[in-house]
């Protein structure tokens, strides 16, 4: 059993004893994020428990990490002057990225409770989508001016660290910018703390960064991240005027958001999916998903009753046909994630397309050669039939190649007709292989047997 698995397991048992003291000290050794995700695991019921056990900063950290459907669970069930307090304590762009679950009238008293800064920071984050680099972004970017000295960058950090209590979190380099505030570069601070104090900002600035618009998908945002190994990057808008400053926590959170809508979306369900959400409800969502599945099973049954002659005459072809429906299946699969992850990535476009179907095509001939040769040889052996051995290795080797064929252009039609591919394309493809594989083989047999 893992160690976040004992602990959840450690606290619902405190819950179930009513041992306030234990669950006091289970909850004090874990993060803000790590007791999100145990009160995403725990029900509606051990979850208000678990809440009332937190103090405010605590609180604070659960709010920004938890999903939306038990955020808003949460602060449904807040007075409002505990919620209150819990939302000072939280930055601009963390209270932009939660406001759309609060009451009007918490969000109007946190607003008034504002100090001007601070509402200024909050509106101009508010302005941008979350889903953009704009809502992702931290708008208190230090900057400095590349006509000051190491010694003047060094007396500002540290009055900035006097006014504040403390230095803006993630600072590993601050943003070098003229009198119009237009970026000019970034100053790493390991150069701040390393060269002489008389050094000027503009000899050791670094040019060559990496801006972000203020417009770009947060999808881009994590891409430059990973591709560019970023701890940080400034944000500007149209004019290379500096906006505010993402940093890697805020791309961390993008990237598992993203990995975790794609398993739930998957497999038919939402995104933000609750665990312990009603029943109904849950049923009626997944419901939609099972009747999609349905229907594209009857396609491959309607496929069979076609030669439901022929299979009464030789029972073998009931016995082979799961395996050549199941090999095109996987080939299919295959293929569907290479390609599904190319065009996630950027990676495909029309200069390259024809190339991957050649490849895949030779990956595929090689395989379904020896595949069929082999089966073949499997259902002589079985049935002492040559002529089933010739069919059944005829059939797997269409059913190899059209279940790649498949694998390529249902996630590029899929994506043209703006579908998900991660969503449809598995379930597209089951169809797609299992009717092909099923006609081939029957059709095959047919003609041959």
């Known amino acids: 059993m893992s160690q976040v698995n004992l602990r959840i397991d450690q606290i619902h048992e405190a819950i179930e004893r009513q041992d306030d003291v234990t669950l006091n000290n289970l909850l004090a050794e874990v993060s803000s994020s790590e007791t999100a995700r145990l009160i995403e695991a725990s029900t509606p019921e051990n979850r208000s428990v678990i809440w009332?056990?937190?103090?405010?900063?605590?609180?604070?950290?659960?709010?920004?990490?938890?999903?939306?459907?038990?955020?808003?669970?949460?602060?449904?069930?807040?007075?409002?002057?505990?919620?209150?307090?819990?939302?000072?304590?939280?930055?601009?762009?963390?209270?932009?990225?939660?406001?759309?679950?609060l009451p009007g009238t918490v969000i109007n008293a946190m607003i008034a409770a504002m100090d001007e800064l601070r509402k200024r920071r909050y509106n101009s984050v508010k302005h941008y989508p979350d889903n953009t680099a704009g809502g992702l972004m931290d708008t208190d970017a230090t900057a400095v001016r590349a006509d000051v000295s190491v010694l003047s960058v060094l007396r500002y950090l540290r009055l900035l660290r006097n006014k504040e209590g403390e230095m803006p979190e993630q600072l590993d380099s601050l943003m070098v910018?003229?009198?119009?505030?237009?970026?000019?570069?970034?100053?790493?601070?390991?150069?701040?703390?390393?060269?002489?104090?008389?050094?000027?900002?503009?000899?050791?600035?670094?040019?060559?960064?990496?801006?972000?618009?203020?417009?770009?998908?947060?999808?881009?945002?994590?891409?430059?991240?990973?591709?560019c190994d970023l701890l940080s990057a400034p944000?500007?808008?149209?004019?290379?005027?500096?906006?505010?400053?993402?940093?890697?926590?805020?791309?961390?959170?993008?990237?598992?958001?993203?990995?975790?809508?794609?398993?739930?979306?998957?497999?038919?369900?939402?995104?933000?999916?609750?665990?312990?959400?009603?029943?109904?409800?849950?049923?009626?969502?997944?419901?939609?998903?099972?009747?999609?599945?349905?229907?594209?099973?009857?396609?491959?049954?309607?496929?069979?009753?076609?030669?439901?002659?022929?299979?009464?005459?030789?029972?073998?072809?009931?016995?082979?046909?799961?395996?050549?429906?199941?090999?095109?299946?996987?080939?299919?699969?295959?293929?569907?994630?290479?390609?599904?992850?190319?065009?996630?990535?950027?990676?495909?476009?029309?200069s390259n397309i024809p190339q991957l179907i050649a490849h895949e095509a030779s990956v595929v001939f090689l395989n379904g050669l020896v595949w069929a040769l082999a089966v073949a040889a499997i259902a002589l052996y079985w049935f002492g039939d040559p002529m089933l051995g010739v069919v059944f290795g005829m059939a797997l080797m269409i059913v190899l190649v059209t279940g790649v064929i498949g694998g390529i252009f249902?996630?590029?039609?899929?994506?043209?007709?703006?579908?998900?591919?991660?969503?449809?394309?598995?379930?597209?493809l089951t169809t797609f292989t299992d009717a092909i594989g099923f006609f081939s083989f029957l059709g095959l047999a047919k003609l041959l047997i």
């Not at 030669?307 to 293929?335: D, K, R, W, Y």
């Not at 590029?412 to 449809?424: K, Y």
């Open 52 to 101: 009332a056990c937190l103090d405010v900063q605590k609180r604070a950290g659960v709010l920004k990490s938890i999903h939306g459907k038990v955020r808003q669970f949460l602060i449904d069930n807040t007075p409002q002057e505990a919620l209150l307090e819990s939302l000072f304590l939280l930055q601009p762009d963390e209270l932009a990225d939660i406001d759309e679950d």
């Open 177 to 227: 910018v003229d009198r119009t505030n237009k970026l000019l570069g970034v100053l790493p601070l390991s150069e701040v703390v390393s060269l002489p104090p008389d050094t000027l900002v503009a000899d050791i600035l670094d040019e060559s960064f990496q801006a972000i618009p203020v417009d770009a998908s947060q999808e881009r945002v994590a891409r430059i991240f990973v591709d």
């Open 235 to 350: 944000v500007v808008d149209h004019n290379y005027r500096l906006l505010g400053r993402i940093t890697i926590d805020d791309v961390v959170d993008v990237i598992q958001e993203q990995a975790d809508d794609k398993l739930l979306r998957s497999a038919g369900l939402e995104s933000n999916a609750d665990m312990f959400s009603p029943v109904l409800t849950n049923a009626y969502k997944r419901g939609y998903w099972l009747g999609i599945n349905l229907i594209t099973a009857f396609v491959a049954a309607w496929v069979i009753g076609l030669f439901e002659a022929v299979i009464e005459q030789l029972i073998a072809l009931a016995v082979l046909m799961p395996v050549v429906a199941s090999m095109g299946g996987v080939a299919g699969s295959q293929t569907l994630t290479i390609v599904t992850r190319g065009l996630a990535l950027n990676q495909i476009g029309r």
């Open 410 to 428: 249902i996630p590029l039609l899929l994506q043209r007709m703006s579908i998900d591919p991660a969503v449809a394309g598995s379930v597209v």
